[in-house]
């Protein structure tokens, strides 16, 4: 008797997980279909040129104020935070060095990729969702629009290119709140500030920047872009897409982070 | 008030459905549907709720594929063609969306010119806009040509929607709910619309309503879809002519006896 319980609740489990496995399958295949779309319209003519600048637009130039914002207080508190380790070894000369490294080689790629999972993701998710819920996207398809093109490729080309421009611009603007941030309490030109901060970074450390923001830009286009064409029909499926386009766009970055870390350091 | 009817040459089919079957999951929507369309004619199709009515005319435009039979619009099986014969097939085909389905971020201008300027474009601007303006006219709507979706009634985004497909000038159109939710008097414009259309743009139409004024108003022939299957066809009054308990619901909720 025991035994053929067991054998029931064990055939049930394996039934319940090779119905979940199955679904994981069926929902990379549909991944993939999509990634592989993507690359076959990207180089298809007609291009979309006009509606890529409109999303550049909306992607890049509407979100200066937050990444602005959000730059500086990153260079400026991560400044404040590092100085008292710094002067306690005697080595508060080295900041302008040390915040150039790290925003350079990490902070400025990472948090305009995860400002921008939020902000742009969330807005990509919601858009998309809404279209499908209202049966815009079907609209396209029948008046002789192929809306994988027009909606899609033009998104995910904006981030693409938008979030590189945007990483720079932090950069930047990170470097300038690093610096606010060591007038406040030291006497230092931003001459003598940046010529020390060009010293310390290396080539290979923007063109390593680039490249994480171009794989970032890219991971946020295309996760929202596909969880906003295939969400759920109705109010609900929108905020879910918003929700999920955020939450996993900001999810992958972490993991390719950590793989592009590990792969640079072996390959420098 | 019933329209005039035109004549209609029953060699000269633009749709065929043969045979079509179309299921959800374990849910039969459609059974072995067989339906025919014919040259400059106005079918109406009624049904109760969820019996496939605009599921049958997404597969027609090739937006749903069915699971079995086949589906032949302006000779053409819908089924057996690349995305590509699709999308040039589809510019034949007009589709009027149950909620309009204008794209809320553009202007009523730029919802009536995205598919012209992406289907035709050799066109010049003054030929864009003009035919813009000629098919805004055509359905009594040229002050609205710089407003906003959101800015429209119900019954001006259903006109703007039909003036969108017409822009094409597509040989067949699919109206899907073509008067759900609107008053009485703008239903009457929306079918007088509809008689227009047939009238001046030369088309054959498949109109999907529970509407039975809107139905009496706009048919050359009307066919009835009944648990999966099309069961009825006829004029209004072949329809309506019967005891069959699933039929006489729909006439006396429309025509209080």
């Known amino acids: 008797m025991t035994c053929f319980w067991f054998r029931s609740v064990l055939e049930k489990q394996l039934i319940s997980m090779w119905k979940k496995i199955r679904v994981l399958l069926l929902e990379f295949a549909k991944i993939h279909r999509f990634l592989m779309r993507f690359f076959r319209e990207v180089v298809s003519p007609p291009f979309e040129f006009k509606e890529f600048i409109r999303q550049c637009y909306e992607i890049g130039w509407k979100s200066f104020p937050l990444i602005s914002l959000t730059g500086f207080i990153v260079g400026f508190v991560f400044t404040k935070q590092s100085r008292p380790s710094l002067e306690e070894f005697g080595a508060s000369s080295m900041i302008p060095a040390l915040i150039s490294i790290a925003i350079v080689r990490a902070l400025a790629p990472l948090v305009t990729a995860l400002i921008g999972s939020g902000k742009i993701g969330s807005q990509i998710g919601a858009e998309l969702s809404s279209m499908n819920v209202t049966e815009q996207i ?29 990483t720079f611009y932090v950069a930047g603007i990170g470097l300038m709140g690093g610096y606010l941030s060591i007038i406040s309490k030291d006497q230092l030109s931003m001459l003598s500030f940046f010529s020390q901060v060009f010293n310390t970074i290396k080539m290979v450390d923007v063109f390593a920047m680039t490249f994480r923001a171009l794989v970032f830009g890219f991971t946020i286009g295309f996760v929202s872009t596909y969880v906003g064409y295939f969400s759920s029909k109705g109010t609900e499926g929108v905020g879910k897409a918003a929700n999920s386009a955020v939450v996993a766009s900001m999810f992958i970055v972490f993991i390719e982070e950590l793989l592009i870390v590990q792969l640079l350091s072996l390959l420098t | 008030m019933e329209k005039n009817k035109p004549v209609i040459d029953p060699q000269d089919v633009v749709i065929h459905v043969d045979n079509v079957s179309k299921s959800f999951g374990d849910l039969h929507i459609l059974r072995d549907v067989d339906l025919k369309l014919y040259n400059r004619e106005n079918l109406v199709v009624l049904g109760r709720s969820g019996t496939g009515k605009s599921v049958l005319i997404k597969m027609i435009s090739g937006l749903l594929m069915p699971d079995a039979g086949s589906i032949r619009v302006l000779g053409q099986e819908v089924t057996a063609l690349s995305e590509k014969e699709l999308q040039k097939l589809r510019l034949r085909i007009g589709f009027s969306f149950q909620n309009s389905a204008l794209y809320d971020s553009m202007t009523v201008r730029e919802n009536l010119e995205f598919p012209l300027v992406r289907n035709k474009r050799n066109l010049s601007r003054a030929e864009i806009d003009r035919e813009v303006e000629d098919v805004l006219e055509g359905v009594g709507l040229s002050q609205a040509i710089n407003q906003m979706p959101s800015e429209l009634s119900g019954g001006q985004r259903k006109r703007i929607g039909i003036a969108r497909t017409l822009i094409l000038r597509p040989d067949i159109m699919l109206y899907d709910e073509p008067t759900a939710g609107l008053d009485p008097i703008t239903c009457l414009e929306i079918n007088n619309l509809i008689n227009d259309v047939q009238a001046r743009y030369n088309t054959s139409s498949i109109i999907i309503t529970h509407d039975l004024a809107c139905a009496k108003q706009v048919s050359d022939r009307m066919v009835m879809l009944l648990d999966g299957r099309f069961e009825r066809q006829g004029t209004f009054h072949e329809i309506f002519d019967t005891d069959d308990a699933r039929v006489k619901p729909f006439y006396d909720y429309n025509f209080i006896r």
């Open chain 1, 138 to 166: 079907d609209a396209m398809e029948v008046s002789g629009t192929n809306p994988f093109k027009f909606l899609i490729v033009s998104r995910v080309l904006a981030t693409t290119f938008m979030i590189p421009v945007l």
